[in-house]
């Protein structure tokens, strides 16, 4: 266990998210040493890049030359129902130490953290108690993993509780305030490592979710008259390729008017502005749009350079105008963010938005495809080669659109499968054996491929299996390589009232009961 004066060890700014640790301290980084509760209560948004909220953390330490290091994080939110708390902490714990061993740094001790603000008529002390068996919980989950907790605390209501003091009387009973956020000796060295605290989860998720005001209605009309437009056309071969043309323009349009708009400081403000420049037409267009594979990928490659910012700017205004009984269609445009956020370097924005996008639809496979490889520290650069190859082939002047046996970007030639119909979008084949999804791919595939032959654009699905295969990582538990047809185009609209069976995915982290986010698994890299 950590004394509350010994010393835990440096905070580095080898210490940022997504960075392996480095072999030791370099002589011109910054270095803050914790050596108290209160100094590691202080760390902890630092450490995740944000205050957490209704949340559960590990942070693992190294042993360096005898002093502590900080390696991977991992956040779960706390299950609201008890009897889960046990399997949320197993998976925490697990998590963390498996997905370190991936990385060659089993850790050797853990720092653990539950934070909850009180509820009404609930005060901080309450709270430290309520969470007394969760924090017991942590502490035997990575004792049985043979990495020990050396300190674990209670964050709530400005104050904090440590459960490790061995002295009695030495910790208040109401707890110890917390310090000014940003005021501390660490808050500088943060500061100075370029680690910035971005508020809140519940902040940074209302920048994705749907809106809730009186203008939901209207942007739910247009979208119901735009499927009724759109969804006969991208159902009709014939069609759907204009319509996929006509997205695109549509979208790039709106990236110009984002990126001449007069900026404005604060999150809040700027994302009303992107809501005033967006029409519920136009939304309401890219989010049916959108639903078709090809299209989405095509879209994916504004990644990088001038075009990123407004394109996450377009996907986040999108991922808010899913609203009413089209929340499933903000997988399509919260992946697109989330995929961004992270070829731009934001991790935290990418696993937020991309563990919503498998909220809205845990089927989504892009989504999860890009959530596992972010959560393991992939670099996203073979997808953006992937997309970067895709566009320039599909701009070049030599490029016919249609070729009858011409390979690729990937060098394999594939059928492309037409849009599936709404009623394809059932999960019930999966629900019978987890096989028939795949086996009418493979049907609509022999159809599409007798009408017309045409190359398949690259996958950046695919650039994810192969830069997990090229490091040893492992796909996510229970799935299976399938082919571009499974995971299908979705125009269609649900309507009021409309139901969807889905089978529960084995790739589903989630504790639960899980209160906070999505319930899948936030973690780190070590760094």
Known sequence: MTNHSETT?????????????????????????????????????????????????????????????????????????????????HQLAHGLVTGSERRGTRPERMVAYVCQEPGPGESGKDVKRRLDRLAHLLRTQCGDLDVPVVEALCISGGRYWSYCCPTKGCCPDEGSPMGLPGTSVLAAAATYAGIQVRGTLRELRARLQPWETGAALQQEIALDAAGMSLVPRMLDEATREDVAEETLDLAERVIRRFAAAAPVSGTHPADLRDDDLLGDDEAATLVLGLQ????????????????????????????????????????????????????????????????????????????????????????????????????????????????????????TERAEPPVATPGATERTDQQAGG?????????????????????????????????????????????????????????????????????????????????????????????
């Open 435 to 527: 096989s028939g999804a795949e086996e009418r791919a493979d049907a609509d595939c022999g159809t599409a491929t007798r009408r017309r032959h045409r190359v398949r654009p690259a996958d950046p699905g695919d650039a994810v299996r192969t830069a997990r295969a090229a490091t040893g990582r492992r796909r996510p538990a229970g799935s299976r390589p399938r082919s571009s047809a499974a995971e299908p185009a979705r125009p269609g609209t649900r309507g009021r009232g409309a139901t969807r069976t889905r089978a529960a995915g084995a790739d589903d982290s989630t504790a639960s009961g899980a209160q906070s986010g999505s319930g899948h698994l936030e973690a780190e890299g070590d760094g």
């Open 292 to 411: 078709d594979r090809t299209t989405r990928d095509r879209a994916a490659s504004w990644m990088e350079g001038d075009e990123a910012g407004p394109a996450l700017r377009l996907w986040r205004a999108l991922a808010r105008r899913c609203v009413g009984p089209y929340g499933e269609h903000a997988a399509a445009p919260l992946t697109l963010a989330g995929w961004v956020a992270w070829s731009t370097g934001d991790e935290l924005e990418a696993r937020e938005a991309l563990a919503m996008a498998l909220g809205a639809d845990p089927d989504y496979l892009f989504a999860r495809l890009l959530h596992q490889a972010c959560n393991e520290g992939l670099d996203p650069e073979s997808i953006r080669r992937c997309l970067r190859a895709e566009r320039a082939e599909r701009t070049s002047p030599e490029s016919t659109g249609h070729s009858e046996s011409a390979p690729g970007p990937t060098g």
């Open 9 to 89: 060890g440096p905070f580095e700014n080898s210490d940022i998210p997504g960075r392996e640790p480095s072999p030791g301290p370099s002589a011109h980084d910054p270095q803050v040493t914790l050596r108290t509760p209160a100094e590691l209560a202080d760390a902890l948004p630092y450490l995740l890049g944000y205050r957490p909220e209704d949340s559960m953390v590990l942070v693992a330490l190294h042993d360096h030359e005898g002093r502590g290091r900080f390696g991977g994080r991992a956040r779960l939110g706390i299950p609201e129902n008890e009897e889960d708390w046990d399997a949320a902490a």
